[in-house]
C-alpha cells in the first residue's frame, strides 16, 4: 500500500543545533488512524504541528498523497486540526464556527449552509447552531471542533490530545465518536496522546516515542502485549522488571537464570542476548502456595483492597513484584508461589 | 469586635479624605458669592452658565476633545501591533522593548513635556496642534500596548492557529479571529486613554501655544486672574462626565462578556 502521509528524516530545532526530533521517519496508509504516544516532551506534539505547518522543519520532507507540504504555508495545506483547548471562536455562533473553513473557501452561502447543517447533525449538534462555544460543554465544544475540522473535507485529520479536558467518562464517548467519524468518512488521521489506553483504542497503529526516537511503531494488541524496548514495556504497565543472565536460546524462548532461579521467557528479537530485563503486568501471575515450574518465592508485605481485583506486594530476592488476584480469589499470606507463564514474561536485551 | 471598629474607622477616614473635597467643591459650585466660600450663602447656577459663556473654555474643550480623540485612536493603531508582538513572539530584546514602551509612565510628565518642547517645537518647527496630538499620543502608547495585551493574553493562542488551519492567512486570522476577541481591551484602552489625555496637565502645559490650549490648562490659567466658584462648576461638570463615561465603559464592556 502507498504511503498517504510520509514523513522523511524530520529534524526539527527550537534551540539551533538542538535537535526536538531528528532524522525521523514515520508513514501513514490512507484511511488509517495513526496514534503518536508518548510523555510529555518526546516529540509527540512537534510531529504533529511539523505535518500541520506550524513549525518550520531544519531538515526532511513531509508529504501528503505524493504532494509535498514541506514548504507549503499551514493556511494552503487543507489539514483538519482538533486542539487539546477547542480553539473554538468564542466570538462567533457554533454555525459561524464551522462555516469558517468554508468561507475562507469562498463557497457561496448555499452550500455553506447546507455543509454546516449535515456536518452539524453528524456530530448531533443540529439544535446549537446559534449558541455560543460559551454555552457549550466541553464533550459538546469538542464536538464542535471535530465538525469545523471535517466540514472542509480535509487531507489530513490531526487531533493534538483532544480529549486531555474531559472527564473519563465523556474522553470514553468522545474517543468512540471520533473513530466512528473518522472511520465513516475515512480519513486519515495523526492523533497525539498521552494516554496509553486511549491510543490502544482509537487506533490502527500506535507509534511509542521517547525522547525525539521512535520506540515502537506496531497494532494496538502488539504494543500492549509485545513491547520491544525497556521503555515501551515500562510505559505500557509491564511495573515488574528483574535482570537474568541468558544460558539458551530456543526459537522465541529464553532460558534464564536470574540468581537461584531458572527461568523461560519470551524474545522477540532475532539476535542471542547475553543479558536480559525481564517484564511482567501485575496480572500476569497467579499465587499458590504450592511450588511449581516457572515460579518465585515471595513473601507478602502488603495486600490492599482494590474492587475488582486485590493488590499484594511481594517480595522476592529479585525485587518487590507489585500483582493483582481476582477479588474473589483465596487470601494469600507470608510464604507464597508467583506462578509465570513464559509467554507473558517478556526479556528485552540491554541495549 | 474591636478590629471591626477600626476598620470602620479607617474605611471612613479613607473616604473622607478622598471624597471630602469632591463633596465641597461640589457644593460650592452652587455658591452665590463671588468667590469661592464654603459653606456657601446662597444657591445659584450662574457659574455654570459662566462656563458656556466663556469662550475660552468652549474651544480648549473641543482641542482636548480632538486630541484625546486623535491621540487615543492613533496610540491605538501602533499600540495593537506592538502588543501583539510582546504577546505572541520571543524576540531577542524584548524586555528591552517592553522598558522602553513603559518609559513615559515611569518618567515624570513635566520631563516629557519639556523635551518634547525642544524637540516639537524649537527643533522640528511644528504646529501646536500637531505637537500636542503627537505629544499625548507618546505618552498615551504604554497604556494602549499594556490594555490590549491583557486581553490578547487572555485568548489561546491555538484560536488562532485553528483559523489559519482552516485556510486563513496570518492577517486574515488577525483581522476575523484575534481582533474581534480583543475588543473589550480595546475599548478599555480607548476610554483609559481618553480619560488621561483630557485630563494631562504636565506635557499640555509645554506644548500649548498661542491661541490653542486644552481645557485643564485654560482652567489653570483661568484660576490665575479669577477666584470665582466657575472652575468649581466645570470641575463638577467634568466629575459627572468621567463617572458617566465610566459607566457606559462598564456596561458596554460587562455586557460584552456574555454576549
Same mark, same amino acid.
Given at each position: 500500500?502507498?504511503? &498517504?502521509?510520509?514523513?522523511?528524516?524530520?529534524?526539527?530545532e527550537?534551540?539551533?543545533?538542538?535537535?526536538?526530533?531528528d532524522?525521523f521517519?514515520?508513514?501513514?496508509?490512507?484511511?488509517?488512524?495513526?496514534?503518536?504516544?508518548?510523555?510529555s516532551?518526546?516529540? /509527540?506534539?512537534t510531529t504533529l504541528?511539523?505535518v500541520?505547518?506550524?513549525?518550520e522543519?531544519?531538515?526532511?520532507?513531509?508529504?501528503?498523497?505524493e504532494?509535498?507540504?514541506?514548504?507549503?504555508?499551514?493556511?494552503?495545506r487543507d489539514?483538519?486540526?482538533?486542539?487539546?483547548?477547542y480553539?473554538?471562536?468564542?466570538?462567533?455562533?457554533i454555525f459561524?464556527?464551522?462555516?469558517?473553513g468554508?468561507?475562507?473557501r469562498r463557497?457561496?452561502?448555499?452550500?455553506i449552509?447546507k455543509?454546516?447543517?449535515?456536518?452539524l447533525q453528524?456530530?448531533?449538534?443540529?439544535?446549537?447552531?446559534?449558541r455560543?462555544?460559551?454555552?457549550?460543554?466541553?464533550?459538546?465544544?469538542q464536538? =464542535?471542533?471535530?465538525?469545523?475540522?471535517?466540514?472542509?473535507?480535509?487531507?489530513?485529520?490531526?487531533?493534538?490530545?483532544?480529549l486531555?479536558?474531559l472527564?473519563?467518562?465523556?474522553?470514553?464517548?468522545?474517543?468512540?465518536e471520533?473513530?466512528?467519524?473518522?472511520?465513516?468518512?475515512?480519513?486519515?488521521a495523526?492523533?497525539v496522546?498521552h494516554d496509553?489506553?486511549?491510543a490502544l483504542?482509537?487506533s490502527?497503529?500506535?507509534? =511509542?516515542?521517547? /525522547?525525539?526516537?521512535?520506540?515502537q511503531?506496531?497494532?494496538?494488541e502488539?504494543? &500492549?502485549?509485545?513491547?520491544?524496548t525497556?521503555?515501551?514495556?515500562?510505559?505500557?504497565?509491564?511495573v515488574?522488571?528483574?535482570?537474568?543472565?541468558?544460558t539458551s536460546k530456543?526459537?522465541?524462548?529464553?532460558?534464564?537464570q536470574a540468581?537461584?532461579?531458572?527461568?523461560?521467557?519470551? &524474545?522477540t528479537?532475532?539476535?542471542?542476548?547475553?543479558?536480559v530485563? =525481564?517484564?511482567?503486568r501485575?496480572?500476569?501471575v497467579?499465587?499458590?502456595d504450592?511450588?511449581?515450574?516457572n515460579?518465585l518465592?515471595?513473601?507478602?508485605?502488603l495486600?490492599?483492597?482494590?474492587?475488582?481485583v486485590?493488590?499484594?506486594?511481594?517480595?522476592t530476592?529479585?525485587?518487590?513484584?507489585?500483582i &493483582?488476584?481476582?477479588?474473589?480469589?483465596?487470601?494469600?499470606?507470608?510464604?507464597?508461589?508467583?506462578?509465570?507463564k513464559?509467554?507473558?514474561?517478556i526479556?528485552?536485551a540491554y541495549? | 469586635?474591636?478590629?471591626?471598629?477600626?476598620l470602620?474607622?479607617?474605611?471612613?477616614l479613607?473616604?473622607?479624605?478622598l471624597?471630602?473635597?469632591?463633596v465641597?467643591?461640589?457644593?460650592?459650585?452652587?455658591g452665590?458669592e463671588?468667590?469661592?466660600?464654603?459653606?456657601?450663602?446662597?444657591?445659584?447656577?450662574?457659574?455654570?452658565?459662566?462656563?458656556v459663556?466663556?469662550?475660552?473654555?468652549?474651544?480648549s474643550?473641543?482641542?482636548?476633545?480632538?486630541?484625546?480623540?486623535?491621540?487615543?485612536?492613533?496610540?491605538?493603531m501602533f499600540?495593537?501591533?506592538v502588543?501583539?508582538?510582546?504577546?505572541r513572539?520571543?524576540?531577542?530584546?524584548?524586555?528591552?522593548?517592553e522598558?522602553?514602551?513603559?518609559?513615559?509612565?515611569?518618567v515624570?510628565?513635566?520631563?516629557?513635556?519639556?523635551?518634547?518642547?525642544?524637540?516639537?517645537?524649537?527643533?522640528?518647527?511644528?504646529?501646536?496642534?500637531?505637537?500636542?496630538?503627537?505629544?499625548?499620543?507618546?505618552?498615551?502608547?504604554p497604556y494602549s500596548?499594556?490594555?490590549?495585551s491583557?486581553s490578547?493574553r487572555?485568548?489561546?493562542?491555538?484560536?488562532?492557529?485553528?483559523?489559519?488551519?482552516? #485556510?486563513?492567512?496570518?492577517?486574515r486570522?488577525?483581522m476575523?479571529?484575534?481582533?474581534?476577541?480583543?475588543?473589550?481591551?480595546?475599548?478599555?484602552?480607548?476610554i483609559?486613554g481618553?480619560?488621561?489625555?483630557?485630563?494631562?496637565v504636565?506635557?499640555?502645559l509645554?506644548?500649548t501655544?498661542?491661541?490653542?490650549t486644552?481645557?485643564p490648562i485654560?482652567?489653570?490659567?483661568?484660576?490665575?486672574?479669577y477666584?470665582?466658584?466657575?472652575?468649581a462648576?466645570?470641575s463638577?461638570?467634568?466629575?459627572?462626565f468621567?463617572?458617566l463615561?465610566?459607566?457606559?465603559?462598564?456596561?458596554?464592556? #460587562?455586557?460584552?462578556?456574555?454576549?
Amino acid at each position: 500500500m502507498m504511503a &498517504y502521509l510520509n514523513i522523511q528524516n524530520l529534524r526539527v530545532e527550537y534551540v539551533r543545533d538542538v535537535p526536538t526530533l531528528d532524522n525521523f521517519n514515520l508513514t501513514v496508509n490512507e484511511g488509517e488512524l495513526v496514534a503518536l504516544l508518548g510523555p510529555s516532551g518526546c516529540g /509527540k506534539t512537534t510531529t504533529l504541528r511539523s505535518v500541520a505547518g506550524f513549525i518550520e522543519p531544519a531538515a526532511g520532507t513531509i508529504k501528503v498523497a505524493e504532494k509535498d507540504y514541506t514548504t507549503l504555508p499551514p493556511n494552503k495545506r487543507d489539514i483538519g486540526m482538533v486542539f487539546q483547548s477547542y480553539a473554538l471562536f468564542p466570538h462567533l455562533t457554533i454555525f459561524d464556527n464551522v462555516a469558517f473553513g468554508l468561507r475562507m473557501r469562498r463557497i457561496q452561502r448555499k452550500g455553506i449552509k447546507k455543509r454546516v447543517d449535515e456536518v452539524l447533525q453528524m456530530v448531533d449538534l443540529q439544535d446549537y447552531a446559534d449558541r455560543r462555544p460559551v454555552q457549550l460543554s466541553g464533550g459538546q465544544r469538542q464536538r =464542535v471542533a471535530l465538525a469545523r475540522a471535517i466540514v472542509i473535507e480535509p487531507t489530513l485529520l490531526l487531533f493534538d490530545e483532544p480529549l486531555s479536558n474531559l472527564d473519563a467518562k465523556l474522553r470514553v464517548e468522545m474517543r468512540n465518536e471520533i473513530r466512528r467519524l473518522q472511520q465513516r468518512l475515512g480519513i486519515t488521521a495523526l492523533y497525539v496522546t498521552h494516554d496509553q489506553v486511549e491510543a490502544l483504542a482509537i487506533s490502527d497503529r500506535v507509534v =511509542v516515542m521517547n /525522547k525525539g526516537e521512535i520506540e515502537q511503531i506496531g497494532q494496538p494488541e502488539a504494543i &500492549y502485549n509485545q513491547p520491544e524496548t525497556a521503555f515501551v514495556a515500562d510505559f505500557m504497565g509491564f511495573v515488574n522488571c528483574f535482570d537474568a543472565d541468558v544460558t539458551s536460546k530456543e526459537q522465541s524462548i529464553l532460558a534464564l537464570q536470574a540468581q537461584d532461579y531458572t527461568l523461560h521467557a519470551t &524474545y522477540t528479537g532475532d539476535d542471542d542476548p547475553q543479558r536480559v530485563q =525481564v517484564f511482567f503486568r501485575p496480572d500476569a501471575v497467579a499465587l499458590s502456595d504450592e511450588p511449581s515450574e516457572n515460579s518465585l518465592n515471595g513473601q507478602v508485605i502488603l495486600r490492599t483492597f482494590q474492587g475488582q481485583v486485590v493488590e499484594y506486594i511481594v517480595e522476592t530476592a529479585l525485587g518487590n513484584m507489585i500483582i &493483582y488476584m481476582p477479588e474473589d480469589a483465596p487470601r494469600f499470606e507470608a510464604h507464597v508461589t508467583l506462578s509465570l507463564k513464559t509467554e507473558r514474561l517478556i526479556a528485552i536485551a540491554y541495549e | 469586635m474591636k478590629t471591626s471598629r477600626w476598620l470602620y474607622f479607617s474605611v471612613f477616614l479613607l473616604y473622607f479624605f478622598l471624597l471630602g473635597p469632591f463633596v465641597i467643591i461640589f457644593i460650592a459650585a452652587f455658591g452665590a458669592e463671588s468667590t469661592l466660600a464654603f459653606p456657601p450663602t446662597g444657591f445659584s447656577l450662574q457659574w455654570f452658565a459662566r462656563i458656556v459663556e466663556t469662550q475660552q473654555f468652549i474651544d480648549s474643550f473641543w482641542t482636548s476633545l480632538w486630541i484625546g480623540l486623535g491621540a487615543t485612536a492613533i496610540s491605538l493603531m501602533f499600540g495593537i501591533p506592538v502588543a501583539y508582538a510582546l504577546v505572541r513572539f520571543n524576540f531577542k530584546g524584548m524586555s528591552a522593548v517592553e522598558t522602553l514602551f513603559s518609559a513615559p509612565i515611569l518618567v515624570p510628565g513635566l520631563v516629557i513635556g519639556f523635551s518634547m518642547l525642544n524637540f516639537f517645537v524649537l527643533f522640528g518647527r511644528i504646529e501646536v496642534m500637531t505637537g500636542l496630538l503627537l505629544g499625548h499620543t507618546a505618552i498615551l502608547f504604554p497604556y494602549s500596548v499594556r490594555v490590549t495585551s491583557v486581553s490578547l493574553r487572555n485568548l489561546d493562542p491555538a484560536v488562532e492557529e485553528a483559523a489559519v488551519s482552516l #485556510g486563513a492567512n496570518r492577517l486574515r486570522a488577525f483581522m476575523l479571529v484575534v481582533l474581534p476577541n480583543m475588543r473589550s481591551g480595546i475599548a478599555a484602552a480607548f476610554i483609559l486613554g481618553f480619560i488621561t489625555s483630557f485630563n494631562n496637565v504636565p506635557v499640555s502645559l509645554f506644548l500649548t501655544g498661542p491661541g490653542i490650549t486644552t481645557l485643564p490648562i485654560s482652567m489653570l490659567s483661568y484660576m490665575e486672574y479669577y477666584f470665582d466658584p466657575t472652575i468649581a462648576a466645570l470641575s463638577t461638570v467634568l466629575v459627572i462626565f468621567s463617572i458617566l463615561l465610566v459607566q457606559l465603559a462598564e456596561r458596554v464592556l #460587562g455586557l460584552s462578556r456574555f454576549i
